[in-house]
């Protein structure tokens, strides 16, 4: 139901911007996660936003270099990625929150309080 773009291979220091587009779904009225997950790794939160962007929430490591934000008219997150690090490396994913106005992100992004998944898009930080 929500499908991810924008991953690619940049170098150190380089920038790339994902989208999470859910075209077929509501996503306005959900707040929205994006998830990476390295290869050896369990699922982590990256950052997330609620339905009206008021709030958002960001992972220690990537705070100052990445930026959610979204458009409820094209019903698309974005996910702005900054001087990145190889440790960057991962499948980005996005997801909804399992309710509608619910914002899951008051405390740690945890995969367990999303439940509507993309399918993921390779983001590769290497020289």
């Known amino acids: 139901q929500l499908v991810e773009s924008g991953g690619g291979l940049v170098r150190p220091g380089g920038s790339l911007r994902l989208s999470c587009a859910g075209s077929?779904?509501?996503?306005?009225?959900?707040?929205v996660g994006w998830f990476r997950q390295a290869p050896g790794k369990e699922r982590e939160g990256v950052s997330c936003?609620?339905?009206?962007?008021?709030?958002?929430r960001y992972r220690d490591s990537v705070k100052g270099r990445f930026t959610i934000s979204r458009d409820n008219v094209k019903r698309t997150v974005y996910l702005e990625m900054h001087n990145l690090k190889p440790e960057d490396t991962a499948i980005y994913y996005c997801?909804?929150?399992?309710?509608?106005?619910?914002?899951?992100?008051?405390?740690?992004?945890?995969?367990?309080?999303?439940?509507?998944w993309g399918q993921g898009t390779q983001v590769t930080v290497s020289s």
């Open positions: 077929e779904f509501t996503l306005e009225q959900y707040a």
């Open positions: 997801a909804a929150a399992r309710y509608p106005s619910a914002y899951p992100c008051t405390g740690q992004v945890h995969p367990k309080d999303f439940g509507s």
């Open positions: 936003i609620s339905n009206g962007s008021a709030r958002t």
